[in-house]
């Protein structure tokens, strides 16, 4: 069964940084784009960023609220999505989520909630405080 799973959640002070990763199992990444969503307390699962399958003009996407200080990146021969989360804020905090999309398309990827994502993981808590 395709599984993603997520983890490196955890406590961290505003102003800290955190790295997540997103683990595939029983299918390989080569040919799925991969996006991160969050949900706070209360809120709606936003999305956060993406990444569209590698090749020539392969792209990354982030929100305005995580752009400059989230970096995505991906490692198929390892499975493996990594989300680096610098400078955090109070308003990171929430339930994050990796999700995966088939597309045979370099150079695009999307976070849109509308879209369907074919697997989803269980989610890793990220809580900013002091």
């Known amino acids: 069964q395709s599984q993603l799973v997520e983890s490196g959640g955890g406590l961290v002070q505003p102003g800290g940084s955190l790295t997540l990763s997103c683990t595939a199992s029983?299918?390989?990444?080569?040919?799925?784009?991969i996006a991160w969503f969050r949900q706070a307390p209360g809120k709606e699962r936003e999305g956060v960023s993406c990444i569209s399958i590698r090749g020539r003009g392969s792209k990354r996407k982030y929100s305005d609220s995580v752009k400059d200080r989230f970096t995505i990146t991906r490692n198929d021969a390892n499975s493996t999505v990594r989300l680096q989360m610098n400078n955090l804020v109070p308003a990171d905090t929430g339930v994050y989520y990796c999700a995966a999309r088939s597309s045979h398309v370099v150079g695009w990827c999307a976070f849109d909630t509308d879209y369907e994502f074919e697997v989803w993981g269980q989610g890793t808590q990220v809580t900013v405080s002091s």
């Open positions: 029983g299918f390989t990444l080569d040919y799925y784009s």
